[in-house]
Each structure stands twice: as structure tokens, then as C-alpha cells.
């Protein structure tokens, strides 16, 4: 099965940064679009951002010209820069990939693939 693995969560002041990746071991998704998700307790899970394959890029309002999604195809690895962090931030950061070609997605129904989270906490 394929396993998506999330890191670079963790503890940071608001006004802060951090930068998660998402690496696809045995897998490439160089064709695919890939996308963040963010889901807070007792919340539904939330689009983020995604990039097509080529790095077209789109955001939701709330992150825009905060958040940057990026991907290094030679290495397989999908990032997520998190800066101006907000109290509203703080959730479990999951990446996801959608298994065929085709164009960005905003809904979690058309993503396949998903790692199991990592957690952004924002202290004030």
C-alpha cells in the first residue's frame, strides 16, 4: 500500500514559520497532483493548497500569501512553507495524492493517497 509520510510539524510562536515535507518512499508522483489538507480537533478536514504536476499552484483564502506549496520531482518530495503562523493555524497537516493525471483538486474525495498527519501546534 502506498504510504505517504509527513514530517517537519511542531511547536512554534505565532508570527513563527516551519516548513513540512511529504516524501512518497517506493512510489513517484511526478505525474500527480499532490496537495496539503489540515484538519482541527472536532473539525472537518480542510484544503490547504495543492500543485499539478507542471506547479501550478492554488490556495485557499485563508493561507494565501502565507502558506507556499512547492515539490522537488528529482526527489520525490512535497513541501508545504508555513509563515505568519496564526493561532487559527494549529491542526494536524496531512499530504495526499491523487492517482491518475490530471488537474489540481480542492476536495479530499479526489485525492487516493494520504500520509498519516503531522501536528502544527501555534503557541501565542
Known amino acids: 500500500q502506498v504510504q505517504l509520510v509527513e514530517s517537519g510539524g511542531g511547536l512554534v510562536q505565532a508570527g513563527g514559520s516551519l516548513r513540512l515535507s511529504c516524501a512518497a518512499p517506493g512510489r513517484t508522483f511526478n505525474s500527480n497532483a499532490m496537495a496539503w489538507f489540515r484538519q482541527a480537533p472536532g473539525k472537518e478536514r480542510d484544503f490547504v493548497a495543492a500543485?499539478?504536476?507542471?506547479?501550478?499552484?492554488t490556495y485557499a483564502d485563508f493561507v494565501k500569501g502565507r502558506f507556499t506549496i512547492s515539490r522537488d520531482n528529482a526527489k520525490n518530495v512535497l513541501y508545504l512553507q508555513m509563515n505568519s503562523l496564526k493561532p487559527e493555524d494549529p491542526a494536524v497537516y496531512f499530504c495526499?495524492?491523487?492517482?491518475?493525471?490530471?488537474?489540481?483538486?480542492?476536495?479530499?474525495?479526489?485525492?487516493?493517497?494520504w500520509g498519516q498527519g503531522t501536528q502544527v501546534t501555534v503557541s501565542p
Open positions: 500543485i499539478s504536476w507542471s506547479g501550478d499552484e
Open positions: 495526499a495524492a491523487r492517482s491518475t493525471t490530471g488537474t489540481i483538486g480542492r476536495r479530499s474525495y479526489e485525492y487516493s493517497y
